[in-house]
């Protein structure tokens, strides 16, 4: 092994180990800061890099860089993408015996390792401790450091342990890094990492290589499928859902349509959770389809959708979920249905769900924000950034800026479904869904309007100027803007200290009319924005002879990492053999020259690739 070359710089390590020939955004200054010995909290976007933010410090530090970790079923894929590279790297969690880990030890101790991945639990033990103790640390590293906010989603109470490990070491640099940038998780995780000292770097957290949707929920399922059909034919994507029973339905309504899915959910016993995984890590073109128990820590880098299938419960945990598409910079999609029965399901969840009332109103605005992208009229991006006090301009990648949707004066339409609201609560005292409320708006005869002679109201049929999507559409909006509420188990509407005032005619209603639906602009999509990696190659910019390669090359990648029992990616990216393919080098040196081709993985794979790109060209 090569690593930890005597005074390497963190440049000549990036260009040697990891095949890259410059550092993106922040990194550089990251890095220098902790090689100085400094601590930092950073807050980058997933698929960022932040990896590379501790990974180089730990090699040009003297010592061994601890990471710390929640994800234990990724770890061997993250130990294995590192010795890819030539990096020394092992870890140390629950899964190992006890061979396994007297060697890891022996490691640590000797300096025979570069880095060391540590789950949260195991500071635990005492034991751990000792073994630190009898080591050389270059810097502790805290992954995910969200985990430590129960502000945040992602909750890990081993995390308020790792406070103690500056008391311990107070001489070793600590670097936390997380994709979640709230100022409320911010705050959190500085005070309680006792980060307060260290430098703050905040990336900025535009993905522009996502694209972001968010339709009209009519039937999921076949909204879904023509998604896939038309715009991810074959290609690797995540379908998320928000119980398990729909994970399983919607897993084997794909399969039963020919589209490869496996499901993913915490009910599943562990063999089944992680040998489903395994294969959506390892198998090319393969969907999983989840709660959001899956994907923290997934760093497959050619994720080229992620679709939800219902209202995620909060903005943070929706961007985290769709950042894991297109890591690699290549264009993707994240695309959303989204109803009205979705705002009643998750208004009565938050009723019921435990917690004190802080909780609850803590949940709920979590939902109200959420609302308020979903039916917003603006660039979704610009509102997704500005959640993460980013201020931006129209992005020209989203559904929003691809076919912008009208704004039209609701002020009357609200008015009259809010007075028939308020009608019925007044004259009868009575409470319903929105389902016959917009029946009395419509002014239909349906069995239950008759039945509760609504027919007889004289707000009945008041509303025939505007269809029944359409009036849905004016409930979801008028809920999202709280001008409407919606309580209990039958999700019925209720009038908010803010409906009196667009009664009163002192409050507009500015509302989105969806536009007709159609396929997506992507000429305006993929040549009008730049993407996120320098020379990453779009699939659909492949010349005849390219693409040719590149399927040789793929080909080759499938068998090599199965014979090393890796992941395809850890062999090489899609965007490393997109540009081998294009550059068809016939020399070593050439090849060399591709970013994401280190000194390992020239010696071990380069003279793979220059016989496959040799046949039959
Ligand atoms: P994060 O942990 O922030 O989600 P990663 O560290 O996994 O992101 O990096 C995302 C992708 O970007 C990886 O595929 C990584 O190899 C690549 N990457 C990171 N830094 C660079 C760089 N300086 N040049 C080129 N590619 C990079
Ligand atoms: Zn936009």
Redesign the pocket.
Known sequence: MTTGEMGERPREV?RRV?G?D???GE?EAIIDHVVEGGDALVL?????????CYQIPALVRDGVGVVISPLIALMQDQVDALRAVGVRAGFLNSTQDSQQRTEVEKAFVSGHLDLLYLAPERLRVESTIRLLERGNIALFAIDEAHCVSQWGHDFRPDYLLLSSLHERWPTVPRIALT?TATKATHAEITSRLNLGNAQHFVASFDRPNIQYRIVTKDSPNQQLIKLLRTEHPGDAGIVYCLSRASVEKTAAFLVGNAIPAVPYHAGLDARTRANNQSRFLREDGLIVVATIAFGMGI?K?DVRFVAHLDLPKSVEGYYQETGRAG??GLPSTAWLAYGLQDVVQQRRMIDTSEGDAAHRRRLSQHLDAMLALCETVDCRRVQLLDYFGQSSAPCGNCDSCIRPPEKWDGTVAAQKLLSTVSRLQRERGQKFGAGQIIDILLGKRSDKVVQHRHDALTVFGIGTELKEPDWRSVVRQLLAQGVLAVEGDYGTLVLTPTSGEVLGKSRQVMLRREPERGPRSSSASRTSRPTG??GAIAPSDLNPTAAAAFDRLRAWRAVTAKEQGVPAYVVF?DAALRQIATAAPSTLAQLAKI??VGETKLARYGQGVIDTLAENA
């Open positions: 990036l990891f890259y410059s550092f993106r990194q980058m976007p997933t698929g960022g890099g932040k990896s590379l994709a760093d880098p890591r690699d990696a320098a990216h970013q994401g």
